[in-house]
T-cell receptor, first 112, second 115 residues
Framework: DAGVTQSPTHLIKTRGQQVTLRCSPISGHKSVSWYQQVLGQGPQFIFQYYEKEERGRGNFPDRFSARQFPNYSSELNVNALLLGDSALYLC???????????FGPGTRLLVL | DAKTTQPPSMDCAEGRAANLPCNHSTISGNEYVYWYRQIHSQGPQYIIHGLKNNETNEMASLIITEDRKSSTLILPHATLRDTAVYYCIVRPGPISGGSNYKLTFGKGTLLTVNP
C-alpha cells in the first residue's frame, strides 16, 4: 500500500506570497495532522483534522489554515509568508484517534 | 503532555546494541511512552510504544522502569541505517472518537552508528 504522499516536494516563495501544500493519507485513514519542522528542531504541531473537522490546533497564527476533503486528503495554506515560515512541513495520517501516526516525506518550503 | 529529557547525541558501533535513555519524571498514570525516529530529510517513523510493561517488536525493545519515570529504547544490533534522530514522546494512549492526539516532539537524540 502507498504511504502518506505530499506535494510538492520542494517550493520556493517570496515574502508576502501565499502557499498551498497537499497531503494524501494512507488509504482508510481518516485523520490528518500537519507539523512544521524548522532546522535543528523537532516537528511542531499545527493542525489535526478528523472526519473533515478540525480537532486540534497548535500555537500558530491565523495565517495558517487547513482543510480536509471528503476523500480525507488535506491542504495546508499559509498566507503572507514570512522568512521564518521556511521549514519542512510534514503531514501525518492515522486510522482514528490513535497516537501511532504515519508521516509523509514532507514539503520543504523556502521563503526568500 | 509530560516533558521528556534526552541526551542530545550518542554514538554506537555497528553491530552493537544502542541504548537510548529518556527521562519522563512527570509522567501520569494514563500516559504512554512513544518512540519515533527521523532519518535525515525524511518524515518521522514510529518505532514502539508502551505503558508500563516492557515491549518488543521487530525494530526495537522498550524498557520502562517500575516507577515509569524513565525508559530506554534498545536497538539490539545497530546498523549504519539506524543513524537518525530518536524522539521520546509521552502522551495519553490510543483515544477513540478522533480526539486531538498531537505529538509533542522535543529535540531528540542524534544517534550516530559508526562502522
Amino acid at each position: 500500500d502507498a504511504g502518506v504522499t505530499q506535494s510538492p516536494t520542494h517550493l520556493i516563495k517570496t515574502r508576502g506570497q501565499q502557499v498551498t501544500l497537499r497531503c494524501s493519507p494512507i488509504s482508510g485513514h481518516k485523520s490528518v495532522s500537519w507539523y512544521q519542522q524548522v532546522l535543528g528542531q523537532g516537528p511542531q504541531f499545527i493542525f489535526q483534522y478528523y472526519e473533515k473537522e478540525e480537532r486540534g490546533r497548535g500555537n500558530f497564527p491565523d495565517r495558517f489554515s487547513a482543510r480536509q476533503f471528503p476523500n480525507y486528503s488535506s491542504e495546508l495554506n499559509v498566507n503572507a509568508l514570512l522568512l521564518g515560515d521556511s521549514a519542512l512541513y510534514l503531514c501525518a495520517s492515522s486510522l482514528r484517534g490513535e497516537s501511532r501516526q504515519y508521516f509523509g516525506p514532507g514539503t520543504r518550503l523556502l521563503v526568500l | 503532555d509530560a516533558k521528556t529529557t534526552q541526551p542530545p547525541s550518542m554514538d554506537c558501533a555497528e553491530g552493537r546494541a544502542a541504548n537510548l535513555p529518556c527521562n519522563h519524571s512527570t509522567i501520569s498514570g494514563n500516559e504512554y511512552v512513544y518512540w519515533y525516529r527521523q532519518i535525515h530529510s525524511q518524515g518521522p517513523q514510529y518505532i514502539i510504544h508502551g505503558l508500563k510493561n516492557n515491549e518488543t517488536n521487530e525494530m526495537a525493545s522498550l524498557i520502562i522502569t517500575e516507577d515509569r519515570k524513565s525508559s530506554t529504547l534498545i536497538l539490539p544490533h545497530a546498523t549504519l541505517r539506524d543513524t537518525a534522530v530518536y524522539y521520546c514522546i509521552v502522551r495519553p494512549g490510543p483515544i477513540s472518537g478522533g480526539s486531538n492526539y498531537k505529538l509533542t516532539f522535543g529535540k531528540g537524540t542524534l544517534l550516530t552508528v559508526n562502522p
